[in-house]
C-alpha cells in the first residue's frame, strides 16, 4: 500500500509540475463563449461559468495546494522542534501552560481570523497556518521529548558531564526525527484543507486564480444549476491530494510504531 500512496502522490506532485505542458489553455483567461460546457473531448473536465477549463485549473491549483502544503508543514514542524526543545531548557512549566492555551484555541478560527487581517496572498496564507499548527506538532514532541529524558541514555551523558542542551540536541533529537517526519507528512494534508478552507471563504489566493478553494467556490454558484463537473473535480481531486497522506502517514506511524 505504501507505493500506491506514494504513486499517487508523485502523480498529484507530477501534474503540478508540468501543468503549463500538459493543458494548451490559460488558467485564468475568461471566454464567456466556451461557458458551462459539459466534459467533452476538447475539455475532459469541462469549462466552469466563466468558460476556464476545469482541468487546467485543477493542474495549476495542485501548485498551490502543495506548495502551501509542504511550505506551511515545514516551518510548523520547525517552529514546534524549536520551541520543545528550547522551552525543556528554561522556564518549561510557563511555555506548557502557554502551549495548553494555544492547544485549546480552534485552529482553523484563528487562522481564519489572523488571515482576515492580511491582506492574503499565498506567503502570508503558508505563515498563519503553519503558526496556526505548530501547538499541536510541539505538545506531541514535548511528550516524545519527556518519555526520552527518563531514559538511562540521557541520564548517562549528563552524569559524563554533558550540558542539558548538548544532551538535548545531540541525545535526543536524533531520536525524535522518525516523529517528526510522520508529524510532516500528516500536517501536510492538514494544510492543504486550510488552504481549500480560507480560499473558498475568500481569504486565501486572490479570487479568479486557480485555487481548489477558489473552484469550489465557484461551483457552489453553478451546482443547483445542474453543473456538477465543476464541484465533482475540484473536490476529487482534493480528496486526491489529502486521503494518501493521511493513509501514509499512518502507514509511516506504524512502521515506525510511535
Same mark, same amino acid.
Given at each position: $500500500?505504501?507505493?500506491?500512496?506514494?504513486?499517487?502522490?508523485?502523480?498529484?506532485?507530477?501534474?503540478?509540475?508540468?501543468?503549463?505542458?500538459?493543458?494548451?489553455?490559460?488558467?485564468?483567461?475568461?471566454?464567456?463563449?466556451?461557458?458551462?460546457? %459539459?466534459?467533452?473531448?476538447?475539455?475532459?473536465?469541462?469549462?466552469?461559468?466563466?468558460?476556464?477549463?476545469?482541468?487546467?485549473?485543477?493542474?495549476?491549483?495542485?501548485?498551490?495546494?502543495?506548495?502551501?502544503?509542504?511550505?506551511?508543514?515545514?516551518?510548523?514542524?520547525?517552529?514546534? @522542534?524549536?520551541?520543545?526543545?528550547?522551552?525543556?531548557?528554561?522556564?518549561?512549566?510557563? *511555555?506548557?501552560?502557554?502551549?495548553?492555551?494555544?492547544?485549546?484555541?480552534?485552529?482553523?478560527?484563528?487562522?481564519? @481570523?489572523?488571515?482576515?487581517?492580511?491582506?492574503?496572498?499565498?506567503?502570508? $496564507?503558508?505563515?498563519?497556518?503553519?503558526?496556526?499548527? *505548530? %501547538?499541536?506538532?510541539?505538545?506531541?514532541?514535548?511528550?516524545?521529548?519527556?518519555?526520552?529524558?527518563?531514559?538511562?541514555?540521557?541520564?548517562?551523558?549528563?552524569?559524563?558531564?554533558?550540558?542539558?542542551?548538548?544532551?538535548? *540536541?545531540?541525545?535526543? %533529537?536524533?531520536?525524535?526525527?522518525?516523529?517528526?517526519?510522520?508529524?510532516?507528512?500528516?500536517?501536510?494534508?492538514?494544510?492543504?484543507?486550510?488552504?481549500?478552507?480560507?480560499?473558498?471563504?475568500?481569504?486565501?489566493?486572490?479570487?479568479?486564480? %486557480?485555487?481548489?478553494?477558489?473552484?469550489?467556490?465557484?461551483?457552489?454558484?453553478?451546482?443547483?444549476?445542474?453543473?456538477?463537473?465543476?464541484?465533482?473535480?475540484?473536490?476529487?481531486?482534493?480528496?486526491?491530494?489529502?486521503?494518501?497522506?493521511?493513509?501514509?502517514?499512518?502507514?509511516?506511524?506504524?512502521?515506525?510504531?510511535?
Amino acid at each position: $500500500m505504501l507505493k500506491i500512496y506514494l504513486f499517487i502522490i508523485s502523480l498529484c506532485v507530477f501534474l503540478a509540475i508540468f501543468a503549463p505542458i500538459l493543458s494548451p489553455y490559460n488558467p485564468n483567461l475568461v471566454n464567456l463563449s466556451q461557458a458551462k460546457i %459539459a466534459p467533452n473531448l476538447e475539455h475532459l473536465f469541462g469549462t466552469d461559468m466563466l468558460g476556464r477549463d476545469v482541468l487546467t485549473r485543477i493542474l495549476y491549483s495542485l501548485r498551490i495546494s502543495l506548495w502551501v502544503g509542504f511550505c506551511a508543514s515545514f516551518l510548523s514542524v520547525i517552529f514546534a @522542534f524549536l520551541y520543545a526543545f528550547l522551552t525543556r531548557l528554561f522556564a518549561y512549566a510557563f *511555555f506548557a501552560r502557554v502551549l495548553d492555551m494555544l492547544l485549546a484555541l480552534p485552529s482553523l478560527l484563528i487562522i481564519m @481570523f489572523f488571515q482576515s487581517f492580511l491582506n492574503g496572498g499565498i506567503l502570508s $496564507m503558508t505563515l498563519v497556518i503553519a503558526l496556526g499548527h *505548530f %501547538a499541536y506538532i510541539a505538545r506531541v514532541l514535548d511528550i516524545e521529548i519527556g518519555k526520552y529524558q527518563k531514559l538511562e541514555f540521557y541520564e548517562n551523558a549528563l552524569i559524563l558531564g554533558s550540558t542539558r542542551f548538548k544532551a538535548l *540536541f545531540s541525545e535526543i %533529537a536524533p531520536a525524535c526525527l522518525n516523529l517528526l517526519f510522520v508529524l510532516f507528512v500528516f500536517n501536510i494534508a492538514h494544510a492543504i484543507a486550510n488552504e481549500a478552507t480560507l480560499s473558498f471563504f475568500g481569504l486565501g489566493v486572490n479570487l479568479g486564480e %486557480a485555487s481548489l478553494g477558489n473552484m469550489l467556490n465557484e461551483a457552489s454558484k453553478g451546482l443547483f444549476l445542474g453543473f456538477w463537473w465543476m464541484l465533482l473535480f475540484p473536490v476529487g481531486f482534493i480528496l486526491l491530494l489529502i486521503l494518501p497522506l493521511l493513509a501514509l502517514g499512518n502507514d509511516l506511524q506504524k512502521r515506525s510504531k510511535l
